[in-house]
């Protein structure tokens, strides 16, 4: 026990240090000084800010649940990437066409979420069948623009799999040229054995689908190393590029303020990290375009600002306000609480243009955390423990299990990660044990 906790801030102390180490030559970069309040000429050679994540995995689903002869579980993993294993095997499959089934009503619909002996992705929020043909790499060419957040992989080598609409309560049946063998491709991660698993069931709940975990259950905490992007490498990749011009900065104790003159500009909350790039340049295009079209330019949006994508998956689609919101992902769950409304969010302007937020911190390199399981308590019980408290059921439309972001006590360069249920009350994300004040 005393050699434990004599290892942990050891190695803890180490990895610090190698990231001070690493953010002094960025720091001492004689090409900037982010400290300076004159202005500066840049050019355009300028090179990415980190490897940025593909398309197809920052639209990749984030979770998988399979269902066997007797019941119904999540599975998620720190060690092995079961979907990314599951996707290159159906990047490998051939469409031959695409139908919609009929569905009666939404109790038959659930029927489809429930059915055994079948492997489901799902997705936090409906992506696009044009969008699904380039992460799986597929040609087909009908019903390009129906959303959808579910695959379903029926076992029994059957020669089609379904795509589901939560939200619309349809179903599409893709036929395939074979069967591809899918019961061995199921087995095979199934057989990684590097994985927990949670008991559920597909509910439904005020006309959405749940999915309920069906007992208490325990599940990890983290303990991340954070990288700290320094503003001036954002500033040097995105301002300044137009025929050498200038980059100034404007300065408040909040906030610093970079532009050159051109309808782009960054802004950085100071006490946060928080960042805000603005291009606000007429592109004389409506602000309304289709989801497929908004989530493909979103990602393009990111991959251009350099912005690192590594664990981040797609989230949440506002067509309201034509925003996309971006997420850090651990083990299939989101991180919250790393920005205000999510890691990183794409507004899509009037003019055409955009507004992208998002933080200078990432995460890096896991860490022991050094700290017990956390025990939660199953999906109907959080919601009994709302009501009771006053908290209307109406009012509640998603319910989900995500990881708090919370900064350490030990250091500015490390961050906790301890999972919650985060509840969805009147259309807003909410920490369930802040909801009932016993955070």
Request: hydrophobic fraction near 35%; charged fraction near 25%; avoid cysteine.
């Amino acid at each position: 026990m005393k050699l434990s906790k004599f290892i942990l801030p050891t190695v803890l102390f180490l990895l610090i240090m190698t990231s001070v180490g690493l953010s002094w030559v960025i720091w001492t970069d004689p090409t900037w000084n982010g400290k300076s309040e004159s202005t500066r000429t840049t050019n355009s050679t300028q090179t990415d800010l980190t490897k940025t994540a593909k398309l197809s995995e920052v639209y990749s689903p984030t979770s998988i649940i399979y269902n066997d002869d007797q019941e119904q579980n999540v599975l998620y993993s720190e060690k092995v990437n079961i979907i990314a294993n599951i996707q290159k095997q159906m990047r490998k499959w051939e469409e031959t066409s695409i139908v919609e089934v009929p569905v009666k009503d939404e109790k038959e619909y659930l029927s489809f979420l429930n059915e055994k002996n079948q492997l489901m992705l799902s997705y936090s929020d409906e992506i696009t069948i044009s969008l699904f043909n380039q992460v799986f790499n597929q040609q087909n060419k009908d019903y390009q623009t129906r959303p959808f957040d579910r695959i379903v992989i029926p076992r029994n080598n059957k020669r089609s799999i379904y795509l589901l609409s939560d939200k619309d309560k349809k179903v599409y049946e893709i036929s395939l040229s074979k069967s591809y063998n899918k019961d061995k491709m199921i087995d095979e991660a199934l057989k990684s054995g590097k994985f927990s698993q949670l008991l559920v069931t597909f509910k439904l709940h005020n006309n959405n689908i749940f999915m309920y975990y069906n007992q208490d259950f325990k599940v990890a905490r983290f303990r991340y190393l954070v990288d700290k992007q320094t503003a001036s490498k954002y500033v040097a990749k995105l301002l300044g590029q137009t025929n050498g011009s200038t980059v100034n900065i404007k300065e408040s104790k909040k906030t610093s303020t970079y532009y050159d003159g051109s309808d782009r500009q960054l802004t950085v909350q100071n006490d946060t990290n928080l960042v805000s790039f603005e291009d606000d340049k007429d592109t004389n295009q409506e602000q309304k375009i289709s989801r497929g079209k908004a989530l493909e330019q979103s990602y393009d949006s990111i991959k251009n600002t350099g912005i690192g994508l590594d664990n981040i998956h797609f989230y949440r689609f506002n067509s309201d306000t034509m925003t996309t919101v971006f997420r850090s992902y651990i083990e299939g769950f989101p991180i919250f609480n790393q920005t205000k409304n999510g890691a990183i969010e794409v507004e899509r302007l009037s003019n055409g243009g955009n507004k992208i937020n998002f933080s200078l911190s990432t995460l890096q390199i896991a860490v022991p955390s050094g700290k017990a399981d956390v025990t939660l308590q199953s999906t109907e019980k959080v919601l009994d423990d709302l009501v009771a408290a006053g908290y209307k059921d109406s009012d509640i439309s998603d319910i989900q299990l995500g990881y708090r972001w919370v900064s350490s006590s030990d250091s500015d360069l490390v961050v906790d990660l301890s999972p919650t249920w985060y509840v969805r009350y009147k259309n807003e994300w909410k920490n369930y044990a802040g909801l009932l004040k016993i955070d």
